[in-house]
């Protein structure tokens, strides 16, 4: 039997830079998951991630990632995409580094 679909968003990274980024409902990438389009049908998802793949040129490896709806946008579910939206854990580089000179 296979499983019931569950809320995805897509996300891939940035050809250029290697940071993780999220597919937009409008078709643009940002950095932030919370800005990130819920998908919650699975044609639909299949759909958009063709579309994301599409733009191969600024990006590498778009793939479907479980999610959920949060207060501030898609949250995950998953360690895997949590570890993947903070940043390397090395705190010189990327989003830490950058929160932590604010």
Do not use: C
Not at 18 to 47: C, N, P, S
């Amino acid at each position: 039997m296979a499983r019931p679909f569950t809320p995805k968003v897509i996300t891939a990274n940035d050809l250029l830079e290697g940071d993780v980024i999220y597919f937009k409902a409008d078709g643009t990438w940002t950095r932030h998951m919370g800005e990130a389009e819920l998908i919650v049908d699975e044609a639909e998802a299949q759909l958009r991630l063709l579309e994301a793949e599409k733009q191969a040129l600024t990006t590498v490896g778009a793939y479907l990632a479980d999610a959920k709806a949060g207060p501030n946008g898609p949250e995950p579910t998953h360690f895997r995409e949590e570890f993947r939206r903070k940043g390397p854990s090395n705190y010189q580089h990327g989003k830490q580094e950058a929160l932590a000179n604010v």
